[in-house]
């Protein structure tokens, strides 16, 4: 596996992905207003009950922000190339099927990751001079949420937008079905923290955060080995047009 290869099929996905820079301002706001007008709430919750049952509502929602963002991008990975003729000159150069991959989800998960990580700072900031919220999102089960199981997700997510790219030749068509299929991750994820903090009455720390994350990266290398299956190079350019 070539590291050169993949750089430069991740900065190519940046390049163009910045050239509409309309569109991924639309993409980007949404998650940043969101938090910002969170802040603004929080300032009236100062009840110690009513601040644990938001800490992990938000624990349960805010890891969520990138897998739409990530799902949003790698929908267009394969179809648009496809569309545009360029993906069968990507094919002949000597990039490997797993190189193809690996370039394509970086290219989504790490702008979706920024996001998510700078929504937390406004998260943190904003509450930072809040007595009753004052470090309340600076632990380390914050830090295992936001650095291994939300890039978890988002890889996920992103992997699985690709196979939908690939499969389609509507690049509308595959991202709507990627941004319904980013959803439905998001709602079990979401879905699993609150039920087992709210009906098993488990205590959502770091080992049920971690047992979460070792779930997540053997659904991630599963599915990657799936890909690559499915991604043969003479299978995208005739049964997948």
Known sequence: MNADR????????????????????????????????????????????????????????????????????????????????????????????????????????????????????????????IATWSGFFCTWTWGVALLVVAPLLTGLAGIFALVISARSSDARKAQQNALQLASLISALFAGWILYAKFKLRWVIGLTFLWQMAFVLSVLVVILFFLAIRMFQRETILSNWK
């Open 6 to 129: 993949i750089f430069t099929i991740t900065a190519k996905e940046w390049a163009q992905m910045f050239h509409g820079r309309i569109g991924w301002l639309k993409i980007c706001s949404a998650p940043l207003l969101a938090v910002s007008l969170l802040v603004w709430l929080l300032r009236y919750l100062d009840s110690q009950n009513l601040n644990a049952f938001s800490s992990v509502v938000i624990l349960a929602m805010l890891p969520t922000i990138p897998v739409g963002i990530s799902a949003n991008i790698c929908a267009g990975g394969i179809v648009i190339e496809k569309i545009t003729r360029s993906l069968e000159p990507l094919l002949a150069t000597p990039v490997t099927t797993a190189e193809l991959l690996i370039g394509k989800v970086l290219a989504a998960v790490i702008p979706a990751l920024l996001e998510l990580w700078l929504c937390y700072a406004i998260l943190v900031a904003g509450t930072y001079r």
